[in-house]
């Protein structure tokens, strides 16, 4: 098992000042910064554990202020012609990339996911506001047939409004312009709101749209999740909720929004099946595996979170993923010889540890890794496999959230697809196999919204992307999350006023 600069100095140079010595952390409202007014909350690095910064929360009175800018702001950023919104768009992806790699240094130190893969995400962010930029310039509505003659029926499309975004730590770059980027293309604003842990991130971001988008069009804010997210959620002037995150805080969000017929468009979490079919090669199926299992540490909602496998190839698919697994370099996110960073924070190490527990109290075998590495600081775990498994454990029923990765045999088609149905959630699903028969089974069995084939975890940003039952019930990415963006409004147009045979006769 290889630990990379666990115990060394960072390997990188940060050129972004962090620190308890940089006071200004300025929220966005209304096109000006303005520091937040209500208590600081502590940043920790997951690498080591320790306080990284500490931001000021937003007051109520902020959170107030910048949902009336974007409110204020939305009738003209909605009445600009959609050329000029998507000269905006193009513009956010210029200067995002300007800040290239004081973004990725910051996502690395507040995520611990390694350092290139950061750098990837921002070319990937840029893109996002590329295609929506474009996809915009065509995005309309239709004319649906009349009732009569002389008359046209519009359905145009138009911005929900003011859209209240809240945004989960592990993609913090990406889920933002996810829905940000479709929201202002079709001529909503948004007041963002990101997690605590990757506030600093999104106040670079917050640089980058106050030099390019019209003042109150993108408002941040800072905070934790109950006092300025909520408040953001019940403001009566914020026109939708946007929100990635645990299926446990979006069923409360759910709800408030049931409450007000706010529409809430909710990614939530997951608990991805992965299905090895006999006809798969069980070396290549395994390499494919342990990526889509262990990638960010295993925080990734559509991170496979257990597998099944024939058991004609079960012997030599846990071999070689054992093999591979103990070979993951673990270490600082910064040293590019890092594979696999840190989780998160304590508490979600907490949870995994727990779940390995319980499953080994019930009979399931640790073949690598459910430790701490030795010597560590931050929240570091050792990617682990599991095996022995039955399907009432916590670990294949609840999402995990973090490297682990149990693995049961199954006899035929119709168990492996039974076993994978077995779930509240509905996220995704990859399955490894060259049968056609196979393939449509998956995604014609499975309540998801994704299905991988042979290719596991990959976004494809032209489309749609998003979970059905527990995991949520949205799409984002694709024209769908475009269109998720708008609501139709039906102008009925009679062309010429002239006297119809059902209103009430004339009046002598
Ligand atoms: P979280 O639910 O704790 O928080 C998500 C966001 O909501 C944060 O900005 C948080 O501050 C805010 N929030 C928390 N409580 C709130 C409340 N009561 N009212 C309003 N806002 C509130 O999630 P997290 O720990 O940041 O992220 C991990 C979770 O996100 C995992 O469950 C993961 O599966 C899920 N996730 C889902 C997707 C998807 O697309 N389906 C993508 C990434 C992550």
């Known amino acids: 098992m290889g630990i990379v600069g666990l115990h060394g100095a960072v390997a990188k140079v940060i050129r972004i000042p962090v620190g308890e010595n940089v006071p200004e952390r300025p929220l966005l409202i209304d096109g000006a910064f303005e520091l937040g007014s209500a208590e600081r909350f502590a940043i920790l690095n997951p ?5 990284l910064d500490s931001v000021a929360s937003a007051s109520p009175d902020q959170i107030d202020a910048a949902v009336a800018a974007a409110v204020r702001a939305q009738r003209s950023w909605w009445a600009s012609p959609q050329p000029a919104r998507s000269a905006v768009l193009h513009a956010v992806a210029a200067e995002v990339l300007q800040r290239k790699e004081d973004l990725a240094d910051v996502v690395t130190l507040e995520t611990g996911r390694p350092y290139a893969r950061n750098l990837l995400y921002v070319d990937m962010f840029a893109d996002l506001f590329r295609q929506y930029a474009e996809l915009a310039r065509v995005h309309g509505g239709r004319i649906a047939p009349s009732n009569e003659a002389g008359q046209l029926s519009l359905v145009v499309r138009v911005p929900y409004g003011v859209v209240a975004s809240l945004i989960p730590w592990n993609y913090p770059l990406l889920l933002l312009a996810f829905k940000v980027a479709p929201a202002l293309a079709t001529g909503n604003t948004v007041v963002i709101k990101p997690a605590s842990e990757t506030t600093l991130t ?9 030099a390019t988008t019209p003042p109150g069009v993108v408002n941040v804010v800072a905070g934790s999740g109950r006092t300025v997210g909520e408040q953001l959620v019940r403001h009566p002037a914020t026109d939708m909720v946007a929100f990635t995150g645990s299926t446990e805080v979006g069923a409360g969000i759910g709800a408030i929004c049931g409450q007000m017929a706010k529409p809430a468009h909710l990614e939530l979490g997951g608990k991805d099946p ?5 006809d798969a090669d069980p070396n290549l199926a395994a390499k494919a595996v342990v990526w889509a299992a262990f990638l960010n540490a295993g925080q990734v909602c559509t991170s496979t979170e257990r597998v099944y496998v024939h058991h004609s190839v079960y012997d030599r698919f846990v071999d070689r993923v054992v093999e591979l697994t103990t070979q993951l370099q673990v270490g600082d996110p910064f040293d590019p010889g890092t594979q696999i960073g840190p989780m998160r924070n304590e508490r979600g190490r907490a949870k995994v540890l727990e779940q390995l527990a319980a499953a080994q109290a019930s009979g399931a075998k640790v073949l690598a890794g459910g430790v ?25 029923q609840e999402e995990t959230f973090g490297p682990v990765l149990p693995i049961m045999a199954f006899g035929g088609d119709d168990e492996a697809f039974a076993l994978a149905a077995d779930t509240p959630y509905g996220l995704g699903a990859s399955c490894y196999t060259d049968t056609p028969d196979r393939v449509r089974r998956a995604y014609e069995e499975l309540t998801v919204g994704t299905v ?4 596991p975890v990959v976004d494809n940003l032209a489309a749609p992307f998003g979970g059905m039952r527990a995991s949520g019930n949205v799409r984002e990415l694709g024209l769908e999350g475009m269109d998720a963006f708008t609501s139709t409004r039906h102008v009925h147009w009679n062309m010429r006023l002239e006297d119809k045979p059902w209103w009430y006769g004339d009046v002598e």
Request: charged residues 15%.
């Open 372 to 396: 701490i590495p030795e010597g560590s600081a931050g929240f570091y775990l050792q990617p682990t496999v599991v095996v022995d498994v039955d399907h009432d454990m916590e670990l294949m």
């Open 274 to 278: 992965a299905i090895v079919f006999d």
């Open 452 to 455: 991988w084939v042979n290719d």
């Open 47 to 51: 690498a080591t554990g320790a306080p």
């Open 202 to 210: 999104t106040l670079i971001l917050a640089k980058v749209f106050a």
